[in-house]
C-alpha cells in the first residue's frame, strides 16, 4: 500500500487500541479536474489541489517534461485503451448495434 502508517493515541484507558490508519506521505503532491456538467456537456473544467501546496504543484509541473497544466490526459487516453480491449465495455461505447435499424422486408 502506499503511504505511511500510523497508529492513533487511545481515547481513553480502556478498551482496544484503535487500528492503524494509512495516511500520504507529507511531500505528496496530488491536484485534480473537476468537471461541471449541464445536461451531459461539460461547461466549466477547475482544478483543485487535493495534497501538497500551490508551490509544490507549480514546481511539479515545471519539473514535467510532457505538461505544462493539471489535466486528465493520461487517464482518459488509459480508460480508451482499456474500453477498446475490453469486449464488455466495447460493446457499451463504439460498436454497431447488433440489430438492424431501418425497415425490413419479409421475402419469402
Known sequence: MYGQTVQPPRQGSRGRFPLPKRVPPPDLCYAVVVKKREKGRVVEVSTRVVYGSEAQVAAALQASRVS?????????????????????MTRKARSAPSRKIGPTWNIS
Not at 505544462?68 to 464488455?88: A, C, D, F, M
Open 68 to 88: 505544462e497544466t493539471i489535466n486528465t490526459y493520461g487517464v482518459e487516453r488509459n480508460n480508451l485503451t482499456v474500453r477498446q480491449h475490453s469486449r464488455r
